[in-house]
C-alpha cells in the first residue's frame, strides 16, 4: 500500500472510532428547556505533537505527524494511530489483506453473481459459499477438476470452510477448530 493511501485510510479509521464515544451521563436539554433524554455521543480529540488537539484532521498532515496521534484519557494515554497502523500491518502480513483503490459498492453487481449448483443462490464466489454453506456437498463439487484450478493449490480448513494459503496461525482462530 503506497503511504499516502495508507495514510488516509489511517485517517478514516480513527475518525470511526474517535466519533463512537458516548457519555450516558450527559443531560440533554432542548429548545425551551425541553428534556431530550441522557446521553451524548460526541467526537473523541485526537492530540497530535506539535498540532494540538483536533477534531478533523487534515488530510494534508505529513505521515510523521499523523503517527503521534493519540487519546488522553487523564494521565493514561491510547496512541490510537501506531495501534491502527499495526492492526493494518497485521491484516496484511497474517491475512493477506490488499487494500487498493476504493470500491463504489458494498455489493456485487448481479453480473458478477453466478448461481450456486446446490441451492441456486446467486453468490460473487461459488467456490467459497459452497465451501462454507454446503460443506456436506464440498468433496462431490471439489471433484470437478476445473474447482481445483481455481483453488491455485489452496488449503481448504474442513472446520469452517475458508481457503488458505497455509495453515499456520488458522487452527488457533477457526471458530470451526475452537468449538
Same mark, same amino acid.
Given at each position: 500500500? #503506497?503511504?499516502?493511501?495508507?495514510?488516509?485510510?489511517?485517517?478514516?479509521?480513527?475518525?470511526?472510532?474517535?466519533?463512537?464515544?458516548?457519555?450516558?451521563?450527559?443531560?440533554?436539554?432542548?429548545?425551551?428547556?425541553?428534556?431530550?433524554?441522557?446521553?451524548?455521543?460526541?467526537?473523541?480529540? %485526537?492530540? %497530535?505533537?506539535?498540532?494540538?488537539?483536533? =477534531?478533523?484532521? @487534515?488530510?494534508?498532515?505529513?505521515?510523521? @505527524?499523523?503517527? /503521534?496521534?493519540?487519546?488522553?484519557?487523564?494521565?493514561?494515554? %491510547?496512541?490510537?494511530?501506531?495501534?491502527?497502523?499495526?492492526?493494518?500491518? &497485521?491484516?496484511?502480513?497474517?491475512?493477506?489483506?490488499?487494500?487498493?483503490?476504493?470500491?463504489?459498492?458494498? #455489493?456485487?453487481?448481479?453480473?458478477?453473481?453466478?448461481?450456486?449448483?446446490?441451492?441456486? =443462490?446467486?453468490?460473487?464466489?461459488?467456490?467459497?459459499?459452497?465451501?462454507?454453506?454446503? /460443506? =456436506?456437498?464440498?468433496? #462431490?463439487?471439489?471433484?470437478?477438476?476445473?474447482? &481445483?484450478?481455481?483453488?491455485?493449490?489452496?488449503?481448504?480448513?474442513?472446520?469452517?470452510?475458508?481457503?488458505?494459503? /497455509?495453515?499456520?496461525?488458522?487452527?488457533?482462530?477457526?471458530?470451526? /477448530?475452537?468449538?
Amino acid at each position: 500500500m #503506497k503511504n499516502e493511501e495508507r495514510k488516509q485510510l489511517l485517517i478514516k479509521m480513527e475518525k470511526v472510532i474517535g466519533s463512537s464515544c458516548f457519555n450516558g451521563n450527559i443531560q440533554n436539554w432542548g429548545p425551551n428547556g425541553q428534556w431530550l433524554g441522557e446521553g451524548r455521543a460526541f467526537r473523541y480529540p %485526537l492530540k %497530535l505533537n506539535k498540532i494540538g488537539s483536533r =477534531k478533523v484532521v @487534515d488530510k494534508d498532515i505529513p505521515m510523521r @505527524d499523523l503517527m /503521534t496521534g493519540r487519546y488522553a484519557f487523564g494521565a493514561n494515554q %491510547l496512541h490510537i494511530i501506531q495501534a491502527l497502523d499495526e492492526v493494518l500491518n &497485521m491484516l496484511q502480513n497474517d491475512y493477506g489483506l490488499k487494500i487498493g483503490e476504493k470500491k463504489e459498492g458494498l #455489493k456485487a453487481d448481479c453480473s458478477q453473481k453466478s448461481e450456486c449448483p446446490i441451492c441456486a =443462490k446467486k453468490v460473487v464466489d461459488v467456490d467459497m459459499h459452497v465451501s462454507q454453506s454446503h /460443506t =456436506k456437498e464440498w468433496h #462431490k463439487y471439489s471433484d470437478d477438476d476445473q474447482v &481445483m484450478k481455481r483453488l491455485k493449490g489452496k488449503l481448504r480448513c474442513s472446520g469452517c470452510g475458508s481457503f488458505l494459503k /497455509t495453515r499456520k496461525g488458522h487452527d488457533e482462530k477457526c471458530p470451526g /477448530t475452537l468449538l
